[in-house]
């Protein structure tokens, strides 16, 4: 029997390790549930908030009275106007609800602007590191992502001398994703004017990742990228600052021009975004959601306040402060050589097990997120609580004597 035949496409597609993380530490956490050292999972990138009362009320308020139909393609009325009203309120910035389409998470708006701007053969630029879906959105849509090494003193973001200096004949635009996953790092809002400027000047693309937005922790990072200008295309999601994970909402906002493009494809691939789940956040705009989730954004601050520097103190390299999200990238070398598990290729993968197995804490080796010294890093969420956190850094203390 001849073995079933799958696409140059689908084998491109790396598997995501994260996940292979997560199961192996599922996995631990059934044997020891009931013993007096449980896991601790600091590997997942969801916080640990979920939605809001209001939020849930107008979930079972839609369903009780059958709003449950399709909507249109580009998103329920109201809540592109919602939007729209939060850049003005939030960021000062006037985005017409024309621009706004509401999509199946981030996930979808990322797949609707690879296909909608992407040629067979297309490169894009990227971060390295960077979150390894965004560049599988660009393969899937036939492009190359171009990753290029950006340390420390870049912030682990693009600069506009790297775009220059990488810019060739394929090349068609640049992705960022500001804060970043894996880094909680922002682009300073300079060096984002001048690469759009640059990109722009050669009839190429900007697209933003800004779904770690809201969870902006420094006035100097925490402006959306469409305050610069109407070209850019600007990737935003209910998942994280809204805490809406498993309810698939997200939004893109695009130039005019794009609008029935984008419009065109969503009816094709989505027919539309969940209707429960954009009347559910319809609710995620009023006074008291707004007000819940500054409280959170402050409680996810706080943990990063005293995640890091504790960290820091136990031997791990932290040389960017994350200004948002709720990631800590972490060079792990010098702790993996204390422990004997430093081999160059392997070192944050051989840390993990070791922190997994005898400090039964999870957290995501660098590998999935790039080649530029992902190895040494390991990325841990503080999207946990405090007492867990505290727990976690009281057993490595213990696991590093």
Request: proline content about 5%; hydrophobic content about 45%; aromatic content about 8%.
């Given at each position: 029997e001849e073995p079933m035949q799958f696409s140059t496409r689908a084998q491109r597609i790396e598997p995501f390790y994260v996940m292979e993380v997560a199961k192996a530490a599922q996995a631990l956490a059934r044997e020891v549930a009931h013993t007096d050292r449980p896991v601790i999972f600091l590997n997942i990138g969801e916080p640990d908030f979920t939605a809001p009362p209001l939020v849930q009320e107008a979930a079972a308020a839609a369903v009780a009275r059958g709003a449950t139909q399709y909507t249109n393609a580009l998103g329920l009325e109201p809540l592109r106007e919602a939007i729209s009203g939060w850049y003005a309120s939030r960021f000062g910035v006037e985005v017409p609800a024309r621009r706004i389409v509401v999509t199946a998470g981030a996930s979808a708006a990322l797949q609707l602007a690879c296909l909608a701007l992407i040629e067979a053969g297309d490169e894009i630029l990227m971060p390295d590191p960077s979150y390894p879906c965004n560049r599988h959105f660009v393969s899937a849509a036939e492009g190359t992502a171009k990753l290029i090494p950006s340390g420390a003193a870049e912030r682990f973001q693009l600069s506009a001398e790297q775009v220059q200096a990488h810019w060739g004949d394929k090349t068609r635009g640049v992705l960022l994703a500001s804060p970043?996953?894996?880094?909680?790092?922002?682009?300073?809002?300079?060096?984002?004017?001048?690469?759009?400027?640059?990109?722009?000047?050669?009839?190429?693309?900007?697209?933003?990742?800004?779904?770690?937005?809201?969870?902006?922790?420094?006035?100097?990072?925490g402006q959306t990228a469409l305050a610069i200008d109407d070209d850019i295309i600007s990737i935003n999601s209910f998942s994280k600052y809204f805490n809406m994970t498993g309810w698939r909402l997200g939004w893109m906002v695009v130039p005019d021009a794009m609008v029935p493009v984008v419009e065109r494809l969503a009816q094709n691939l989505f027919i539309c975004a969940s209707?429960?789940?954009q009347h559910a956040a319809l609710a995620c705009f009023a006074p008291e959601s707004i007000a819940e989730f500054e409280r959170r954004r402050a409680e996810f601050k706080a943990r990063r306040d005293y995640f890091i520097p504790a960290l820091r103190r136990l031997g791990f390299s932290v040389p960017v402060m994350p200004d948002g999200a709720f990631y800590g990238w972490a060079d792990c070398s010098q702790i993996a050589?204390?422990?004997?598990?430093?081999?160059?290729?392997?070192?944050?993968?051989?840390?993990?097990?070791v922190l997994l197995e005898q400090a039964h804490i999870a957290a995501t080796p660098g590998r999935d997120f790039g080649t530029a010294d992902t190895a040494r890093h390991i990325r841990f969420s503080t999207a946990n609580s405090m007492a867990q956190l505290q727990e976690a850094v009281a057993r490595m203390e213990r696991l590093l004597g």
């Amino acid at each position: 029997e001849e073995p079933m035949q799958f696409s140059t496409r689908a084998q491109r597609i790396e598997p995501f390790y994260v996940m292979e993380v997560a199961k192996a530490a599922q996995a631990l956490a059934r044997e020891v549930a009931h013993t007096d050292r449980p896991v601790i999972f600091l590997n997942i990138g969801e916080p640990d908030f979920t939605a809001p009362p209001l939020v849930q009320e107008a979930a079972a308020a839609a369903v009780a009275r059958g709003a449950t139909q399709y909507t249109n393609a580009l998103g329920l009325e109201p809540l592109r106007e919602a939007i729209s009203g939060w850049y003005a309120s939030r960021f000062g910035v006037e985005v017409p609800a024309r621009r706004i389409v509401v999509t199946a998470g981030a996930s979808a708006a990322l797949q609707l602007a690879c296909l909608a701007l992407i040629e067979a053969g297309d490169e894009i630029l990227m971060p390295d590191p960077s979150y390894p879906c965004n560049r599988h959105f660009v393969s899937a849509a036939e492009g190359t992502a171009k990753l290029i090494p950006s340390g420390a003193a870049e912030r682990f973001q693009l600069s506009a001398e790297q775009v220059q200096a990488h810019w060739g004949d394929k090349t068609r635009g640049v992705l960022l994703a500001s804060p970043s996953n894996p880094t909680g790092t922002s682009i300073d809002p300079a060096e984002l004017r001048r690469i759009h400027t640059l990109v722009k000047a050669k009839g190429g693309i900007t697209i933003v990742d800004e779904i770690y937005l809201g969870l902006s922790y420094d006035d100097a990072f925490g402006q959306t990228a469409l305050a610069i200008d109407d070209d850019i295309i600007s990737i935003n999601s209910f998942s994280k600052y809204f805490n809406m994970t498993g309810w698939r909402l997200g939004w893109m906002v695009v130039p005019d021009a794009m609008v029935p493009v984008v419009e065109r494809l969503a009816q094709n691939l989505f027919i539309c975004a969940s209707t429960i789940s954009q009347h559910a956040a319809l609710a995620c705009f009023a006074p008291e959601s707004i007000a819940e989730f500054e409280r959170r954004r402050a409680e996810f601050k706080a943990r990063r306040d005293y995640f890091i520097p504790a960290l820091r103190r136990l031997g791990f390299s932290v040389p960017v402060m994350p200004d948002g999200a709720f990631y800590g990238w972490a060079d792990c070398s010098q702790i993996a050589h204390k422990l004997g598990v430093a081999n160059d290729a392997q070192c944050s993968w051989n840390f993990a097990q070791v922190l997994l197995e005898q400090a039964h804490i999870a957290a995501t080796p660098g590998r999935d997120f790039g080649t530029a010294d992902t190895a040494r890093h390991i990325r841990f969420s503080t999207a946990n609580s405090m007492a867990q956190l505290q727990e976690a850094v009281a057993r490595m203390e213990r696991l590093l004597g």
